[in-house]
Nanobody, 123 residues
């Protein structure tokens, strides 16, 4: 059974940093591209960042480019999202997802999803 478990969310003030983790079990982690998505209250879920299975390629949404960094440790079956200079508009539930296909920013290409971890940024 595949499980993706996010952790690291919380309530923080604007301007600080926060790091999220996504621990994967039940799949060959190094064979999957990983993505982070988020869903703000009252809004649709949106793409945040992705990383290729080897870690050699990354891509970011314009709204987080330069502030967020996605990474992975295939030896630990874990993906990460480091978030810096957080803004109130970054408030959302953050989800990690795994894709056996190419590098996509759309949800339907992702096979497995975590349950999400909430991030609240106060002003």
């Amino acid at each position: 059974q595949v499980q993706l478990v996010e952790s690291g969310g919380g309530l923080v003030q604007a301007g600080v940093s926060l790091s999220l983790s996504c621990a994967a079990t039940g799949l060959t982690f190094g064979s999957y591209n990983m993505g982070w998505f988020r869903q703000a209250p009252g809004k649709e879920r949106e793409f945040v960042a992705l990383i290729s299975n080897s870690g050699g390629s990354t891509y970011y949404a314009d709204s987080v480019k330069g502030r967020f960094t996605i990474s992975r440790d295939n030896a630990k079956d874990t993906a990460y999202l480091q978030m810096h200079s957080l803004k109130p508009e970054d408030t959302a539930v953050y989800y990690c997802a795994a894709s056996s296909l190419g590098l996509f920013t759309t949800e339907r290409e992702y096979d497995y999803w975590g349950q999400g971890t909430p991030v609240t940024v106060s002003s």
